[in-house]
């Protein structure tokens, strides 16, 4: 199981998980070093290109894992099949050390199915996962993403990603047992706190090593 944040780059984070003094082209690098994984979300902070993410893999060691969002202002819903091929570059860009694809559907998977089975014809290998859609609504071979608070335990998701605000120890490892005991193929734990998320990450990850996830 994959346990990280929702980015790694935030103001509240100099002087509390990073020195005071690290230079911000160092904090992917320190990041890595105590979390194994993390969520790139779709902000001008974390904005993607093949040049910007070779350089985000060079920050890393090989084992360390990338889940990506795909822009909507980057790749706009309505030309999004002609940019395919901007897309296949910035996967390339990964390598080995993209774990998963992130698409908000916003509630219409009708709006974009056609480009979601060229996504998936195109990355066969890789899990896309959909975000905005209740677990029984995910068609078959797409992954999903859920609050905590959401029923995912009979997802048939061959990926899955549970957001998380908060770090609960109780609440987290209720969390992971219920991944766990769900169908799910692989999946990510991501905490979304901006201010403390490297923290309740690093408590869950904690509580996953006890249970073995």
Known sequence: MRIGTRGWRY????????DAD???EWQLSWYANHLRSVLIPADGLHQMSPDRVRCWVEDTDPEFRFIATIDPVQFPPDCREAMLPDLEALVTAFGEQLDALVIDVGGNLSA????????????PDLPVCLEGLPAHKLPH??????NGEE???FSDSPYTIVYQSEGDLSTVRTIIETMQRSSIEAGALIFSDPDRAFDHAAGARTVADLLEA
């Open 141 to 146: 071979g797409f992954g999903g993403c859920f």
């Open 11 to 18: 103001q509240a984070w100099d002087g509390t998980f990073y």
């Open 112 to 123: 974009i199915q056609r480009f979601l089975e060229r996504l998936r014809s195109t990355f």
């Open 151 to 153: 029923d995912f335990l």
């Open 22 to 24: 690290l230079p911000p």
